[in-house]
Structures are given as C-alpha cells and as structure tokens.
C-alpha cells in the first residue's frame, strides 16, 4: 500500500525538520556540558537554553501534526477543499468558468493600468 500524499508531505515537512532540530538540540546540549564543566560560566546558562529550544519544537510538531482540530492545518485542509469543489464545479459549468475568465482579465487589465493601486 502506498502512503498518501499528505503523508509523505507531513512527513518532510514536519517530522525531518524535528529530528534535525532535536540532533542538534542534543548535540549543542552535549558541547556545553563539556563546556561547563571545563569552568565557563556561561555555559551553564546555555545548557538549560537547548534542551527548553527542542521542547519547544515539540511542541510545536505536535500542535501541527496532532491537533488538526485549531489552527493552520485545519484551515488549509479546508481551503485546499474548497478550492477542489470550486474546480469541480468551474469544470461542470462552463457559465461560470468564462464569468471566473472575465474577472480575472478584468483584475489584470486594471492592475496593467494601474500598477501602483493595491
């Protein structure tokens, strides 16, 4: 079975960029350990900074991927079907689509004689 599209794209668009960020979270968490102990004083301060920074990623992974119920993945999911069953139906009714042609050479011509307005 072959995985979705929103998947594949939930799946490098969210969850690579928070591995990277949690490797290197780690990763500087671990160098400021060792700097810190070597006696640098503000170091300490940056050994607590990381770890909060990678929580922080987490979190936001986790609003965007599980909670679908607010916010931006929600809306766009709805606007991507909204722009779908306006395809749909442009594609059913060729009324409608010479009237969306219209507008938008309307919209173009303006913005051709106009270029500073909007």
Do not use: N
């Amino acid at each position: 079975m072959r995985p979705s599209r929103s998947r594949m794209r939930d799946f490098w668009q969210l969850d690579v960029p928070l591995v990277i960020v949690l490797i290197l979270c780690t990763s500087i968490t671990v160098i400021e350990a060792m700097r810190a102990t070597e006696g640098v004083w503000r170091a300490w301060i940056y050994l607590f900074e990381w770890p909060m920074i990678g929580a922080f990623a987490v979190w936001i992974w986790y609003r965007f991927k599980h909670e679908e119920g607010g916010g931006f993945v929600r809306r766009w999911r709805e606007r991507v079907a909204r722009m779908e069953a306006e395809a749909e139906q442009e594609a059913q009714d060729p009324e409608l689509a010479a009237w969306r042609t219209y507008q938008r050479r309307l919209r173009e011509s303006d913005a051709e004689q106009h270029p500073d307005a909007g």
